[in-house]
């Protein structure tokens, strides 16, 4: 058989070819699993480790299966949410080697917002049509432990509908250990101070041996695991994340999607699936060497297709992340999986209109065009996955 790579070109081709084209003579077990997955039928370990490791005509057929799937189970339409950033501070004690973006309190790069500032960005978001804002940050020595919730009521004050995403699983472990309060305590007054959800972030890979070698101060798989399925039963729901393109293999994404499907099926309180390109520039831990440069095209493709087709049943939306990945293969993941563009995220918009000429900026419209090229429909939904507004040709 023939290893045709898996290029630009080939994945649009691949998107407009009967899927019964893409199984015709790949190896019979390959296709024999995405007919399984086809079928409906939940896979187990063994069976994505094996679509974990394709590649050639084989990982074609599963990009294209799991458009099929995308297509039987969401439809066409690509949702996204009009939100800004709010990254309150980028002083942080943790040091993860793959974050170029934290700093310490002495660098002349340092920040930290004040609280009125933090809700003035809020209402500058939703004076411009953000229904939700995404606040996380570093985390400063000094912080007590409620400066979470004061947050929260500082964007309250000043925006009482919009819809508060924020804190990470590692943030609100810090907030735990700083205040003495039990998890489920402290996640009840985040909610009664106006938070809506959680980011999963702070997953990256939920192995400790991986995480031993990326950050040796983050939160544990239990911690982690701890904070969201608290987060779950106390009715906040969640985002799950993944970060692949570094030290990790296809056995940790095939145990992390198997351990996020466990959670869903116990508690469903998952919103979407996001995985998230390690973006290796400027991070110790390619610098040192001790990762590869990021994900590959193949790479890409293959964690949004596999996420569709392990969390079949379990977790209806993948996102892709446009500000990681960028245009042209952020719409190559729409034609593998994913049903979501994720935020517009109003930040550099905000700072664009204020004078600023640098910096990424998606408006709306540019988020719908993007979904147009690839032939599906643009909707705004909630952060909760309620379709605001369909924009219909
Ligand atoms: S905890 Fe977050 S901000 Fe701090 S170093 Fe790690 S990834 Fe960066």
Redesign the pocket.
């Known amino acids: 058989m023939q290893h045709e790579r898996v290029d630009t070109r080939r994945v649009y081709d691949l998107h407009r070819e009967p899927v019964d084209v893409a199984l015709r003579g790949i190896a019979s077990e390959t296709a024999g699993i995405l007919d399984r997955a086809l079928a409906g039928k939940t896979l187990e370990f063994e069976e994505g480790l094996h679509l974990a490791t394709t590649s050639g005509a084989e990982l074609q057929a599963l990009i294209r299966v799991a458009d099929e799937v995308r297509r039987q189970d969401v439809g066409d339409t690509v949702t996204y949410v009009v939100n800004r950033n709010i990254n309150f501070t980028?002083i942080?004690i943790?040091?993860?080697k793959?974050?170029a973006?934290?700093t310490g309190p002495n660098d002349p790069e340092a920040y930290n917002l004040d609280l009125e500032e933090i809700g003035e960005r809020a209402a500058e978001a939703w004076a411009c049509g953000a229904t939700e804002v995404c606040v996380q940050?570093?985390?400063p020595r000094e912080w007590d432990g409620y400066q979470y919730r004061e947050i929260l009521r500082a964007i309250k004050a000043r925006t009482p509908e919009m819809h508060i995403h924020a804190f990470s699983p590692?943030e609100v472990t810090y907030g735990v250990e700083k205040t003495g309060l039990p998890v489920a305590d402290y996640l009840a007054m985040l909610r009664e101070s106006g938070l809506g959800s959680l980011p999963g972030t702070?997953a990256e890979i939920l192995d400790s041996e991986v995480r031993a070698l990326l950050?040796r101060r983050?939160v544990t798989v239990e911690q982690w695991v701890d904070v969201i399925t608290t987060a779950h039963r106390l009715g906040i729901p969640t985002t799950s994340t993944l970060m692949y393109g570094h030290v990790e293999r296809p056995e940790h994404w095939v145990r992390q999607l198997l351990l996020l499907r466990g959670i869903q099926q116990e508690y469903g309180g998952f919103t979407e699936f996001v995985p998230l390109g390690f973006v290796h520039f400027q991070t110790d831990l390619f610098r040192k060497g001790l990762s590869r440069p990021g994900p590959t095209l193949e790479e890409h493709l293959k964690i949004h297709a596999l996420g569709r087709i392990m969390l079949r049943g379990f977790i209806n939306n993948v996102q892709v992340s446009w500000v990681k990945l960028g245009r042209e293969v952020s719409q190559l993941c729409l034609l593998a999986g994913a049903n979501d563009y994720g935020g517009t995220l109003m930040e550099e918009n905000i700072s664009r209109l204020a004078g600023a000429t640098a910096g990424q900026y998606l408006s709306p419209e540019e988020f719908q065009e993007r979904i147009r090229e690839v032939g599906r429909t643009p909707a705004e939904r909630s952060t909760t996955y309620q379709l605001l507004k369909v924009f219909h040709n």
């Open positions: 980028n942080c943790i040091g993860c793959f974050c973006f934290s940050g570093g985390l590692m702070a950050s983050k």
